[in-house]
């Protein structure tokens, strides 16, 4: 298959990671999780979050989301996010399915909630009639490829807690923002009052398995208990967890994740600078991260498609986004423009 630019998930693995499950596949380990793997990577977790952080591995991201959101809730309270949210339009129902909540969702013109959005939502506390408002979720970097300041997130993090609710970041490209917004992964999480994080790898270079971190320890009261009935448990923990060993350590000078990350936002800044100068694409949103989204006629997305892999956004106003990977190479930008500038001077 052709280097698209449909998903940062359709990239290979990093040789880092695949060593590392090559080097954790000798002689024999416990299982689920009670391996010398997850307990050094546990270390690694509390060194990178701060000392009261828990970490839960998971199969993929819906997983941890619905972990953290199972942490947070119970079937009568309800998770207020942006219509956009990956648990609102992506995981089909799995956290109402499981958790039994209510998502209460926000339009909103860039992929974020304000607080001025989220009290829109919060009304009907002590009433049981009504879903009990008890967690804001936001993505980081949000859906539209847009980011969260430190500030804003804090902003959030206070609104939730004045309201005895919690606040939940799902960091499926998380790396992507601490590398735009030049911060660690705790000055983003941990010093911003989060209580839980969906900690993601595979969009940047991981074969499988995400993270549930939980930041506020009122919320880790028998919880590996509700991720083995989540179906989330895996008895070969050590090779989730010598991805992200190898994932957070400092090697080369930064981390692998750091390296990535800075790789796949640098090819969209080069894929931004490079389809700007062509007369009739307009792009949609600030290109922060790894992602750019794009309004083009139809047709020419269209039959572009034919040649390289990518997905509409909004069909009705003709936008598509383009996301750019960790092994994503120059010559795939300019020859992807290439593509376009013909069929655009047709």
Request: with cysteine.
């Amino acid at each position: 298959m052709k280097r698209g630019f449909g998903s940062d998930n359709h990239s290979g693995i990093s040789p880092e990671v695949l060593k590392a499950i090559a080097d954790a596949n000798v002689d024999h380990a416990l299982a689920y999780g009670d391996d010398e793997y997850c307990a050094r990577t546990a270390e690694l977790f509390k060194n990178t979050f701060g000392q009261q952080a828990e970490v839960y591995f998971v199969f993929n991201g819906t997983g941890a989301n619905v972990l953290n959101i199972d942490a947070m809730c119970r079937s009568h309270h309800a998770v207020v996010c942006a219509d956009t949210a990956h648990i609102n339009v992506d995981e089909c129902g799995a956290p109402q399915r499981i958790v039994g909540c209510r998502l209460l969702t926000v339009a909103t013109p860039d992929g974020k909630l304000t607080p001025d959005l989220v009290r829109t939502q919060l009304h009907g506390f002590g009433f049981e009639h009504h879903s009990q408002p008890r967690a804001i979720s936001i993505t980081q970097s949000t859906e539209l490829g847009t980011l969260y300041t430190l500030d804003e997130i804090r902003a959030l993090a206070d609104l939730a807690h004045s309201y005895n609710m919690y606040l939940h970041v799902d960091g499926a490209r998380l790396a992507n923002a601490a590398v735009a917004l030049n911060c660690s992964f705790r000055e983003m999480t941990t010093d911003c009052g989060v209580d839980c994080l969906s900690f993601g790898g595979t969009k940047n270079g991981l074969l499988m398995g995400e993270a549930a971190v939980i930041l506020n320890p009122a919320l880790d009261a028998e919880l590996k208990y509700r991720r083995k009935q989540m179906g989330q448990l895996c008895s070969k923990m050590r090779f989730m967890a010598a991805q992200f060993e190898a994932y957070l350590v400092e090697n080369n000078g930064a981390p692998l994740w750091r390296r990535n990350a800075e790789h796949s936002n640098r090819m969209a800044q080069l894929l931004y600078d490079e389809v700007r100068k062509v007369d009739g694409v307009r792009v949609m949103y600030p290109v922060q991260v790894n992602s750019v989204f794009v309004q083009l006629p139809r047709d020419i997305w269209t039959a572009l498609q034919q040649e390289y892999f990518f997905y509409d956004w909004d069909e009705d106003a003709n936008v598509v986004r383009w996301m750019c990977s960790f092994d994503t190479t120059e010559d795939d930008i300019l020859n992807f423009v290439a593509a376009l500038k013909k069929l655009m001077n047709k």
